[in-house]
């Protein structure tokens, strides 16, 4: 499995960024992709993932602000990222693994190199 990030870099507070991952070799046992994000000092921390079948689920600090999409036929997602906030400073990880029927996503270790993303003040 390998996934390619894109589209990081550094942006005004209240400005937009859009990132991308290219996934290629996916293995039965994914059927969604997601990201993540890993600030300094913090742990990494859930931010939205999207099933083949177009489930999403966000974190819920992050609702209304970014939005994720799938292009199934390119194996791809898209984090569209608004109103960014310095809070929101962070190396950004694709990452694929299993959507539940539930509404559980399990990581599995699967992720990209990550693309950093600085927001300033």
């Known amino acids: 499995v390998q996934l390619q990030a894109s589209g990081g870099g550094l942006v005004q507070a209240g400005g937009s960024l859009r990132l991308s991952c290219v996934a290629s070799?996916?293995?039965?046992?994914?059927?969604?992709l997601g990201w993540y994000r890993q600030a300094p000092g913090k742990q990494r921390e859930l931010v939205a993932v999207?099933?083949?079948?177009?489930?999403?689920k966000y974190a819920d600090s992050l609702k209304g602000r970014f939005t994720i999409s799938r292009d199934n036929a390119r194996d791809t997602v898209h984090l569209q990222m608004n109103n960014l906030k310095p809070e929101d400073t962070a190396v950004y990880y694709c990452?694929?693994?299993?959507?539940?029927?539930?509404?559980?996503?399990?990581?599995?270790?699967?992720w990209g190199q990550g693309t950093q993303v600085t927001v300033s003040s």
């Open positions: 990452n694929g693994g299993t959507y539940y029927s539930d509404g559980n996503y399990h990581p599995w270790n699967y």
């Open positions: 999207i099933s083949s079948a177009g489930s999403t």
């Open positions: 070799g996916l293995t039965s046992n994914i059927n969604a």
